[in-house]
Each structure stands twice: as structure tokens, then as C-alpha cells.
């Protein structure tokens, strides 16, 4: 911000010393009255800058901007007429031998109506620069303001995707362990070592915007084998990641909803069915399909936690926009869910 502000600074004196430099650069070569300087160019710019600089810092701001056009306007007419009128005032008293001016105003009107024409709007051109000047920066402004809005507002909506995920997730895993305390201890046992990792991971690697996909690899392989504990015999799990290092990273926690997702539908009590897992990492696009059995639960059944699709969609809405493709199908009553995304 300093630094903009002393470049701001700069650009100023140096339009200001080009403004005044110009009668020397125009006139190279030839004879110059330092008089006639002043009279000409330097005291109209003077009072041009005040006009300019009153405007940017004061006028617009106070009367412009807060819409109260008609005092704006007057002030400025009141300005600007009365240094047409102390410009004349001074080079009749100061410079009226240099300039031998002449009689204006000879009764017929229209030679002192055309000077008062060209006068107001040689006047009225550091009014309009300030105006545009002070505007372009109100707009860029507001345009930066409404930018870090937004982008507050991003950070804020997949914050509360990210932390809606992670209660849903650990209820269903102790649901999960719950159901496996009687029946097999040790698997049990087992289970909890394993949610422990998992909610290490969660806890204090996801905090991050972007994480190895590798990290993210091995996070799904763990959450897959603990779902694997509290299936039967007849639903058979497959699994397929990229096994070496791809360099890709990606945002936290966006398939884990899709493995869920495929365990709660894909999994019968009492029928034989297949969860298919596959990720494949081409260049830095990922493609992540999850197939399973189709197997719709009741509307009251809580064996999931509801919201990991509608979570998916809308945080690759937010984190990926226009590089990401989301589509699910139920197809031989088998549901497929695709998820390919394009990173950086």
C-alpha cells in the first residue's frame, strides 16, 4: 500500500511538471518571455490544479459521490468563474503591456461570448480528468472489495462443507464399530486403531487448501478397509489407485462421500453384491469412479450421513469451476458415480 501510494505520488508531480515544462518544449529553439509564460500557461494551470485537487480530495467525494449533483455542479461553476475572473483581473494589473490586450466586449456580444466559451472549457477539462480519475479508482475499488467478498464468502461456504463432512463421518465410523463390539471384539479393536488414523488425518492434514494426492490415497485405502471389517462375506470389495507418486495435489476430503456413499447403497444383508473403487491420475487430471450394487435405503435409515453427494456437488462448484465433472447413473441397477477433475 505505501509503495502505491509513492508511485501515485510520482505519477502526479511528474503530469504536473510535464504540464508545466510544455510552453519551453513547444517553443524549442525560439524566444521566450517568461512573462508571457505565466500569463499564458502558468497561472491558468495553477488554477487548474487547484480545481482538479479540490475536486479529487474534497468535492466529489463530499457532493458527487453521495449524489448531491446540483451543489457539486454549483460550486464548481463558482470556482471556475471566479478564477476566469481573477485571471483577467491579474493580467490586466500585471501583464497588460506584454500582452496588449484588446477591447473584448464592442457591443455586439459574440467576441466576449466565444472567450467566455473557450475559458470555461479550458476549465472544465481538470474538472472532467478528475471526475473519470476519482471514478475509475472508486470502481476499482469496489471491484477489489467485492473480489475479497466473494472470496471470504468461498472460504467461509467450503469451511462449513468441510466441518459438515468430518461429525458425519466420525458418527458413522463409531456407528460402524458399535455394531462389531459384540459380535467380534478384535475386529473392534482394530477398527478404532484404524478410526484413529483417519481422524488424525482429518484433524490436522485437511486444514490445508491442497494436500498430495498421495496423502489422500492412503487416507481412502484405510477408510476402505475399515468399511471392509463390517461387511459379510457376501459383498466383495475392489480397489484400484495410482501407485506411484503423481505430484498432483488436490483439495481434501472430495471422494470420500463417493466410498460412503457406495457402502451405504451398494451393501445387502441378505443378497451378494460388489463395490468397484478405481482412481486413474493422467497428466493433472484425476478420474475417480466408484460402481456398486444398487440397494436404496428407507428414507429414516441413517447408516450414512445424508449429504455426501449434495456436499461433493457443491464443493467442486466452489473449488473447481469449469474443470470438474460430476455425473452419476444407475445402470443394470448398478449405480456408478464419476468424479474427473482437472487441477493445476
Same mark, same amino acid.
Given at each position: ?40 500557461? #502558468? ?56 500582452? %496588449? ?37 472508486? #470502481? ?81 485405502? %484405510? ?25 498432483? %495435489? ?51 435409515? %441413517? ?42
Amino acid at each position: 500500500m505505501y509503495k502505491n501510494k509513492n508511485i501515485t505520488l510520482f505519477s502526479h508531480l511528474l503530469v504536473w511538471l510535464v504540464l508545466f515544462s510544455m510552453p519551453y518544449v513547444l517553443s524549442y529553439g525560439q524566444s521566450q518571455e517568461i512573462e508571457r509564460v505565466i500569463a499564458h500557461f #502558468w497561472i491558468p494551470l495553477g488554477f487548474y490544479f487547484i480545481i482538479f485537487y479540490s475536486n479529487y480530495f474534497t468535492l466529489i467525494d463530499r457532493f458527487l459521490f453521495t449524489k448531491k449533483i446540483l451543489i457539486f455542479v454549483l460550486v464548481n461553476l463558482v470556482m471556475i468563474a471566479v478564477f476566469i475572473t481573477l485571471k483577467e483581473q491579474i493580467e490586466g494589473v500585471f501583464f497588460q503591456e506584454i500582452l %496588449k490586450k484588446p477591447i473584448k466586449e464592442d457591443g455586439n456580444g459574440p467576441p466576449f461570448k466565444m472567450f467566455l466559451y473557450i475559458q470555461m472549457l479550458s476549465y472544465m477539462a481538470p474538472l472532467l480528468f478528475s471526475i473519470t480519475i476519482k471514478t475509475t479508482k472508486r #470502481w476499482v475499488q469496489t471491484e477489489n472489495e467485492r473480489k475479497e467478498a466473494a472470496h471470504i464468502k468461498l472460504k467461509s461456504e467450503l469451511q462449513h462443507l468441510h466441518y459438515q463432512l468430518q461429525p458425519h463421518f466420525f458418527f458413522n465410523s463409531l456407528n460402524n464399530i458399535y455394531a462389531m463390539v459384540d459380535l467380534s471384539p478384535e475386529q473392534a479393536k482394530t477398527s478404532i486403531h484404524s478410526l484413529s488414523k483417519l481422524m488424525r488425518y482429518m484433524l490436522y492434514d485437511t486444514n490445508e487448501e491442497l494436500v498430495a494426492l498421495s496423502k489422500e490415497i492412503d487416507f481412502m485405502k %484405510k477408510y476402505i478397509d475399515l468399511m471392509k471389517l463390517r461387511v459379510s462375506d457376501k459383498t466383495t470389495v475392489h480397489y484400484q489407485f495410482p501407485s506411484e507418486e503423481t505430484g498432483i %495435489k488436490i483439495a481434501p476430503l472430495l471422494f470420500i462421500s463417493l466410498i460412503e456413499n457406495a457402502f451405504k447403497h451398494g451393501v445387502s444383508g441378505s443378497k451378494e453384491s460388489t463395490i468397484c473403487i478405481n482412481m486413474a491420475a493422467t497428466g493433472k487430471t484425476v478420474l475417480f469412479t466408484t460402481e456398486n450394487d444398487n440397494f436404496p435405503k428407507k428414507t429414516d435409515d %441413517k447408516s450414512g450421513s445424508g449429504i455426501g453427494l449434495p456436499n461433493i456437488e457443491k464443493r467442486i462448484e466452489l473449488l473447481y469451476p469449469n474443470k470438474s465433472k460430476f455425473v452419476t447413473e444407475v445402470k443394470d441397477h448398478r449405480f456408478i458415480a464419476s468424479l474427473e477433475i482437472e487441477t493445476d
